[in-house]
């Protein structure tokens, strides 16, 4: 069984800690934990497209992909690490940031549009479908007429993260669960809180 967890965000080093690379952290918290519960330490190594992760869970392979696309292009990197490991779509995770939802909350969905969102757009055009499964990580919308751009580029104050960071912990028995039983229950577990 292979599962495939992609977070997006930006790969350069000024992108650290902005709104837009919410789904790098995310997974880079996940592989912290798992490494955490482990003697065998893996870490993120430079792949095609992408940073990438492997690691296991309870005989599960868990391949981690942060795509080096950036955020525009992202799904080059998505379908190439879909065919590449060949993984069912059903067992593939985007984590996403969200503009549409409140600054640390959390939405599990099985579908949607692309909300405005340029990487998901671009992953629904590589992959010809928006049937695919995502973490929707709200950043909030906290900006004026025509500043999108900057807000979602911007640093969290400290403020803002002293939401987000107890939120990003919670995303790893997310994923976990995902992997372990599937996206429904997950949804009924995640949605409801």
Partial sequence: MKYLIIGLGNPDKEYDGTRHNIGFRVLDNYLEKINATTDNKVSFVSDRYAFKAE???????????????????????VRYWLDKENVPLEN????????????????????GSDGGHNGLKNIIELINTSTFNRLRFGIGSDFHKGQQVDFVLGK??????????????KTFDIIKNFVLVGMDKTMNMFNKK
Wanted: overall charge neutral.
């Fill in 55 to 77: 690691t296991k869970l309870k005989g599960r392979q868990v391949i981690l992909i942060k795509p080096t696309t950036y955020m525009n292009l992202s799904g080059k990197a």
């Fill in 92 to 111: 593939m995770l985007i984590v996403v940031d969200d503009l549409a939802l409140d600054l640390g909350a959390i939405r599990l969905r099985l579908k």
């Fill in 156 to 169: 969290l104050s400290q403020e803002e993260e002293d939401i987000v960071a107890p939120q990003i912990e």
